[in-house]
């Protein structure tokens, strides 16, 4: 499973109440145990302060809160997997975009390649679309896969 419905509705309405700014967080499991961890996206705030160094803002970008990363980094210590990483786009598809790409890699290797990424598209404050990507080893890459989870029932509930 890569996301339970109620982990599916919690990340669409995270993206939907923090449009028009992206939202970003993970969820981490440990056995059977599973935490959604909806994290701060600080990139509004590094624009503000180096618009040279972070050209974008959060409307374009995000960049998860120290604090949320060691708590995520906590849980790590305590046996916890981060399983997903997800964020949204506004208006914008729900694809994996080279800058995503880019942030997750480390060296030219996944940070996290057991991980699924996941994306949400909010276009006029409304959940458009949802896809999940995932290392693939033999591409070098990050693919598309199915989400596994009913995505339409989210769509038709905004």
């Not at 339970?4 to 970003?24: H, K, N």
């Not at 145990?33 to 374009?60: G, V, W």
């Not at 890459?141 to 199915?146: G, L």
Request: charged share 25%.
């Amino acid at each position: 499973m890569i996301l339970s419905p109620d982990e599916l509705r919690a990340i669409g309405t995270q993206a939907v109440t923090e449009y028009p700014r992206e939202s970003c967080g993970v969820v981490v499991t440990r056995g059977q145990e599973r935490r959604l961890i909806p994290c701060r996206n600080i990139q509004d705030q590094l624009h503000e302060r180096d618009p040279e160094r972070h050209p974008r803002d959060a409307r374009t970008a995000y960049y998860i809160d120290p604090g949320d990363l060691l708590k995520i980094g906590r849980l790590e210590g305590e046996g916890f997997g981060v399983a997903v990483i997800y964020h949204s786009h506004v208006d914008a598809g729900a694809y994996f975009s080279e800058t995503d790409k880019r942030q997750a890699l480390v060296a030219g290797e996944p940070a996290y390649p057991d991980a699924t990424y996941v994306v949400t598209s909010v276009v006029g404050g409304r959940v458009d679309a949802i896809g999940a990507f995932r290392w693939s080893p033999a591409q070098h890459d990050f693919v598309p896969i199915e989400l596994g989870v009913d995505a339409g029932s989210l769509l038709q509930e905004r």
